[in-house]
Each structure stands twice: as C-alpha cells, then as structure tokens.
C-alpha cells in the first residue's frame, strides 16, 4: 500500500510540477488540435492514420497538463505626462470646430489693355455654354487656342506699326 501511495503522490507532484504555458501558447496549440482533429475528420490515408491519432494524444495530453491555468502576461503600466501637451489636446477638443476661409483667384489670361481687347475680340461659340461631352469639350478648348493664337498675332502686329509712345 506504501508504495503504491508514494508512486501515487509522485506522479501528482511531477504533474503540478509541469511549467505552465502563456496563455498565448495554450491558445497556439489549442488551433493546432482543432486543425488536427478537422483534418481527422475529413479523412486521412493510412500512412497518416498512425501519425495523426498519435499527434492528437501529444497535443491533448500537452494542452490537459501545461494549459490548466495559463501564465497570464501582466500589462506594464503606461506611463503618463502630466503636462501642457496632454491639456493642450483637451483645450482644443472643448472648443470645438473652427471655420476656416480659404481663397483662391482666378488669373485672367492679359491684363490691362490687352485684356480689354481680348473681351471685345472673343466670344465664346454658343455650343460650348454647358457642354458635357468631352469631344465637344474638346474642340471648344481647340477653337479658343486658334481664336488666342490669332489674336496674339495680330496684337503683334497692331504693336509693330504703331510708334513708341
């Protein structure tokens, strides 16, 4: 009775003597063993018969004595700055939405004189008011390169005869 008793109390103490896994590796072969155990029940050759029955009992037997409590990692504790950044983001945050103005310009293709002539000299034809189709597009974009393109030389050449002033 004596040494079934010791046998008895040693094999316990051995097995409450086993490291405990992480948590994360409980759960690592915890995936491994339902992997197993599907591909178990999808169906096997017999080369992998043997293997697989074996492989299951390892990872049972692993998961039954190192994962009964799970060495849960601790969190460090963040360290916090107790200062004017950290209130800065709140401040914001308790004004609330600001507006912003933002501008742009539109820039004339002359100025002065020339632009004047430019308004007198150009109309836009009335197919491109609201046009939608890109080759209709196009060919607006087209005609007004020729109308500047023509307009350009003949202020050219209105320049060229008229005397300095």
Do not use: H
């Amino acid at each position: 009775m004596k040494p079934l008793l010791c046998t008895l109390f040693f094999c316990c103490s051995t097995l409450l003597a086993q490291p405990q896994w992480p948590q994360a590796d409980c759960v690592k072969a915890a995936k491994k063993l339902q992997q197993l155990e599907q591909k178990i029940s999808s169906g096997y050759s017999l080369k992998e018969a043997e293997q697989l029955n074996l492989d299951q009992r390892l990872l049972e037997k692993q998961l039954d004595q190192r994962c009964q409590r799970p060495v849960i990692p601790q969190s460090k504790p963040k360290k916090t700055i107790n200062g004017p950044a950290t209130t800065a983001a709140l401040d914001a945050l308790a004004k609330g939405p600001q507006l912003y103005v933002s501008s742009f310009s539109v820039k004339a293709p002359y100025q002065g004189k020339k632009q004047q002539a430019w308004l007198e000299y150009y109309s836009e034809p009335e197919q491109c008011f609201g046009a939608r189709d890109s080759r209709q597009i196009v060919w607006c974009v087209e005609q007004r390169q020729q109308a500047k393109a023509n307009f350009e030389r003949q202020w050219q050449q209105k320049f060229a005869q008229s005397p300095p002033e």
